[in-house]
């Protein structure tokens, strides 16, 4: 082997893509497959799409895959067998932070919607990996802890979410864990402008959305995902909880950061200065984008998104969210101002929510009902360890399933 041969092999990253199954997994093995010599794959996982895992491990071919589930594991573990895979199948919730955690492994993909997702990125930071967060539950649950533990350990946060991804490109400089540490007005930023598609939703009155359902909440104008972060765009909770994550990854308050209604998803957010400059990060609305541009850091490279056509743009149009419509949004406000337990509490009780929806046992109007209510009785308090952040988000969905069960 030559010495630039050498060299080459020791600059490859190795990854680790927690949540391959979803569509942020997807774009972030298309972005992988364009750089093989920068990039080879450690591991992939997903909780029971075990098929769909194990048609990526053919093409990808990865050390280990992690299914959640027994079943979907062992019936990976026997179709790989079938195909001449050599790729390793694990099983379990531990499987997913020990791939997470591995010496061999540089970079982590974290992309678990929802909850299921803390525990393996937070195993991931302690062990100083390069995290590329997809998952904003983790801050958003236990924001205080995690970034504690981006510092103490010396991880690498990255952002993957478009908006907080183009707020951090539009930043001054970029600390090597990504956060502002001696806050925004310091680095002479005035204010966070956030933007928001508004949802599929958006122009229907409050009469209308009370009989919507979830194959029209699923319907994206702009962004191909998943059924859960589709509800929340319309409903504007994935917003919500945006505004709490870029508080985390900033470190600053909700009143810094203003939610802007941008219908045409081309600008990914902006960011104003104290002497009037806005800057603003626009783009085609494509996740390869800031997946590329996360995985490269601070270098760029090609990610397979086309060239943004400004001529046939045409038009950028701006308005205010309207929270009397969409309260989740002014749920999420208040959690983020109440801090502590809240925004655990306010994410429990939603996700719960939003499977009611899908599974039509709950109506679209209903879904802030119910969060609301969860936040009304239930007490919060500042979170020392992770377990206290597991019985806050434990007792938030008992009683969201048991309030949707009342009804």
Same mark, same amino acid.
């Given at each position: 082997?030559?010495?630039?041969?050498?060299?080459?092999?020791?600059?490859?990253?190795?990854?680790?893509?927690?949540?391959?199954?979803?569509?942020?997994?997807?774009?972030?093995?298309?972005?992988?497959?364009?750089?093989?010599? @920068?990039?080879?794959?450690?591991?992939?996982?997903?909780?029971?799409?075990?098929?769909?895992?194990?048609?990526?491990?053919?093409?990808?071919?990865?050390?280990?895959?992690?299914?959640?589930?027994?079943?979907?594991?062992?019936?990976?573990?026997?179709?790989?067998?079938?195909?001449?895979?050599?790729? @390793?199948?694990?099983?379990?919730?531990?499987?997913?932070?020990?791939?997470?955690?591995?010496?061999?492994?540089?970079?982590?993909?974290?992309?678990?919607?929802?909850?299921?997702?803390?525990?393996?990125?937070?195993?991931?930071?302690?062990?100083? +990996?390069?995290?590329?967060?997809?998952?904003?539950?983790?801050?958003?649950?236990? $924001?205080?802890?995690?970034?504690?533990?981006?510092?103490?350990?010396?991880? =690498?946060?990255?952002?993957?979410?478009?908006?907080?991804?183009?707020?951090?490109?539009?930043?001054?400089?970029?600390?090597?864990?990504?956060?502002?540490?001696?806050?925004?007005?310091?680095?002479?930023?005035?204010?966070?402008?956030?933007?928001?598609?508004?949802?599929?939703? @958006?122009?229907?009155?409050?009469?209308?959305?009370?009989?919507?359902?979830?194959?029209?909440?699923?319907?994206?104008?702009?962004?191909?995902?998943?059924? +859960?972060?589709?509800?929340?765009?319309? =409903?504007?909770?994935? +917003?919500?909880?945006?505004?709490?994550?870029?508080?985390?990854?900033?470190?600053?308050?909700?009143?810094?950061?203003?939610?802007?209604?941008?219908?045409?998803?081309?600008?990914?957010?902006?960011?104003?200065?104290?002497?009037?400059?806005?800057?603003?990060?626009?783009?085609?609305?494509?996740?390869?984008?800031?997946?590329?541009?996360?995985?490269?850091?601070?270098? @760029?490279?090609?990610?397979?998104?086309?060239?943004?056509?400004?001529?046939?743009?045409?038009?950028?149009?701006?308005?205010?969210?309207?929270?009397?419509?969409?309260?989740?949004? +002014?749920?999420?406000?208040?959690?983020?101002?109440?801090? $502590?337990?809240?925004?655990?509490?306010?994410?429990?009780?939603?996700?719960?929510?939003?499977?009611?929806?899908?599974?039509?046992?709950?109506?679209?109007?209903?879904?802030?009902?119910?969060?609301? =209510?969860?936040?009304?009785?239930?007490?919060?308090?500042?979170?020392?360890?992770?377990?206290?952040?597991?019985?806050?988000?434990?007792?938030?969905?008992?009683?969201?399933?048991?309030?949707?069960?009342?009804?």
């Amino acid at each position: 082997m030559t010495t630039d041969q050498v060299r080459n092999q020791a600059s490859v990253q190795q990854v680790t893509l927690l949540g391959a199954s979803g569509s942020i997994g997807a774009s972030t093995l298309d972005v992988l497959a364009r750089h093989p010599d @920068r990039y080879r794959l450690y591991a992939l996982t997903a909780h029971r799409q075990w098929r769909k895992l194990g048609e990526s491990c053919l093409r990808h071919r990865p050390r280990y895959a992690v299914v959640v589930e027994a079943a979907g594991a062992e019936a990976l573990s026997a179709w790989l067998k079938t195909h001449g895979s050599d790729t @390793r199948v694990l099983c379990g919730e531990d499987a997913l932070s020990e791939v997470a955690s591995a010496p061999e492994v540089d970079t982590v993909m974290a992309a678990i919607v929802g909850a299921a997702g803390l525990v393996p990125t937070l195993a991931a930071v302690e062990a100083g +990996k390069k995290v590329l967060l997809a998952n904003k539950e983790a801050l958003v649950m236990a $924001g205080g802890l995690f970034t504690r533990a981006v510092a103490q350990h010396g991880a =690498t946060l990255l952002p993957i979410d478009s908006e907080h991804n183009a707020i951090f490109q539009c930043l001054p400089r970029h600390p090597d864990d990504c956060l502002a540490g001696e806050g925004l007005r310091q680095s002479g930023v005035r204010r966070i402008l956030l933007t928001a598609s508004g949802g599929p939703f @958006r122009a229907l009155s409050a009469r209308e959305l009370l009989d919507v359902t979830p194959e029209q909440a699923c319907a994206h104008p702009n962004w191909s995902m998943g059924q +859960k972060i589709s509800v929340d765009s319309a =409903t504007l909770m994935n +917003k919500g909880l945006e505004l709490i994550e870029a508080c985390w990854l900033f470190h600053t308050r909700p009143d810094q950061i203003e939610i802007v209604v941008h219908p045409q998803s081309v600008i990914h957010s902006m960011v104003e200065y104290v002497d009037g400059s806005v800057l603003a990060q626009m783009g085609n609305p494509d996740m390869r984008t800031p997946i590329a541009h996360a995985l490269a850091w601070p270098d @760029r490279i090609e990610s397979g998104v086309a060239s943004l056509d400004v001529i046939a743009t045409a038009r950028l149009d701006f308005e205010a969210p309207d929270t009397a419509r969409f309260p989740c949004l +002014k749920l999420a406000a208040e959690a983020a101002r109440q801090g $502590g337990t809240a925004p655990t509490l306010l994410n429990a009780a939603n996700e719960i929510a939003v499977a009611a929806f899908l599974e039509r046992r709950l109506g679209f109007t209903e879904i802030p009902v119910v969060i609301g =209510t969860v936040m009304e009785r239930l007490s919060t308090t500042e979170p020392h360890d992770l377990e206290m952040v597991q019985t806050a988000d434990r007792q938030a969905r008992e009683l969201a399933r048991h309030l949707i069960d009342a009804r």
